[in-house]
Structure formats: structure tokens, C-alpha cells
């Protein structure tokens, strides 16, 4: 079992920053990789960014690109999620989740963080 708990999350003005965590715990070696996931009312849930583990290799939807910023701590186990320029239609529940293989089918999820960017 793989635990994921997120924070981080909150209300913020247009062009503002935030910084999301995503603390892994249990059978952290499992886990190949962690990604970020948002579902806006309404609207399917969609991919945001990425990183392996091992390699630090890192991917980003087109949409938060330039602006969002995934880094881990390998030490705390844990996986951030810098915001920055954030737009409001960023606004969302953001997820984080763990894939066991480069498959990338994630089978653990954390219980997600409400953003909110105000206009």
C-alpha cells in the first residue's frame, strides 16, 4: 500500500503562486512515479505534471507549462507542485498519484486539494 496525503492548497488572486506538497508514505519503493492530477467542477479530471522517482525526469500538460514547476524530495518522500501565474481557470481539485511501472496506470490516489484562482 502506498499512502499519498496532499496540502498546500487554498484561495489565491490571478497571477499568484502556490505551492503544493505530496507527503508518499508505505511501500514508497513501489512507486515509480508520482503525478499531479486537477478535476474542475463539471469536467474531467486531467493530467497536470509528472516525475519518476529514480531518473527526476519530469512532464507537464501543455496547459500548465512554463508556468507550473514539479521537483521531489527523495528524503522526505515527497513531491511538490509549484504554481506560479496562475490563471482561474487553474482552479480545481488537485490530486496526486502513484504509478508502480512506466505503464503510468496509477493505482494509488491521495484525497486531493481544492485551488481556487480568483479573477
Known amino acids: 500500500q502506498v499512502q499519498l496525503v496532499e496540502s498546500g492548497g487554498g484561495l489565491v488572486q490571478a497571477g499568484g503562486s502556490l505551492r503544493l506538497s505530496c507527503a508518499v508514505s508505505?511501500?514508497?519503493?513501489?512507486?515509480?512515479?508520482v503525478g499531479w492530477f486537477r478535476q474542475a467542477p463539471g469536467k474531467e479530471r486531467e493530467f497536470v505534471s509528472r516525475?519518476?522517482?529514480?531518473?527526476?525526469?519530469?512532464y507537464y500538460s501543455d496547459s500548465v507549462k512554463g508556468r507550473f514547476t514539479i521537483s521531489k524530495d527523495n528524503a522526505k518522500t515527497t513531491v511538490y507542485l509549484q504554481m506560479n501565474s496562475l490563471k482561474p481557470e487553474d482552479t480545481a481539485v488537485y490530486s496526486c498519484?502513484?504509478?508502480?511501472?512506466?505503464?503510468?496506470?496509477?493505482?494509488?490516489w491521495g484525497q486531493g486539494t481544492q485551488v481556487t484562482v480568483s479573477s
Open positions: 498519484a502513484s504509478s508502480p511501472s512506466v505503464t503510468m496506470l496509477y493505482n494509488y
Open positions: 508505505g511501500r514508497t519503493f513501489s512507486s515509480y512515479a
Open positions: 516525475i519518476n522517482w529514480s531518473s527526476g525526469n519530469t
